[in-house]
């Protein structure tokens, strides 16, 4: 595969980030570039409750950032799951997200970095 080939790879992923709230908010700000989010869920650590989430992008590009609401639920103190589908592209600016490189050291020049 040549480098040139690899910037047009699709990569898609799920994660799971265990959170804690200790008051009461209306939403979760989170950082994203480059990225698409497929399917949002929280659900509470056990697993028995669960709300549908909905990302908000930031006004401007800049930012960089999204705020996710649930079901226009305010989220309690507890502990909670949050489940996140997501995909994009293997980019080229290599300060952000997944990018591709060429490593001189590789024999195929078709690696990749997270800096994140």
């Known amino acids: ?6 910037h047009s790879k ?3 992923g799920r994660v799971e980030i265990q959170i804690v709230a200790k008051e009461t908010v209306s939403c979760i700000y989170i950082n994203y570039s480059d990225i698409t989010f497929d399917n949002i869920v929280l659900s509470t650590i056990d697993n028995k409750q669960k709300w549908n ?12 950032t999204a705020m ?7 989220i309690l103190p507890g502990e909670y ?3 996140i589908d997501y995909q994009g ?3 080229v600016r290599p300060t952000q997200g997944f990018y591709s490189c060429i490593d001189p050291n590789y024999k195929s020049n078709s690696t990749f970095n997270l800096n994140r």
């Open 1 to 6: 595969m040549s480098v040139s080939s690899f």
């Open 89 to 91: 592209c293997i980019g």
């Open 53 to 64: 989430g909905k990302m908000i992008p930031a006004d401007n590009y800049i930012e960089e």
């Open 68 to 74: 996710l609401t649930f079901d226009n639920k305010e």
């Open 10 to 12: 699709k990569f898609t």
């Open 81 to 83: 799951i949050l489940s």
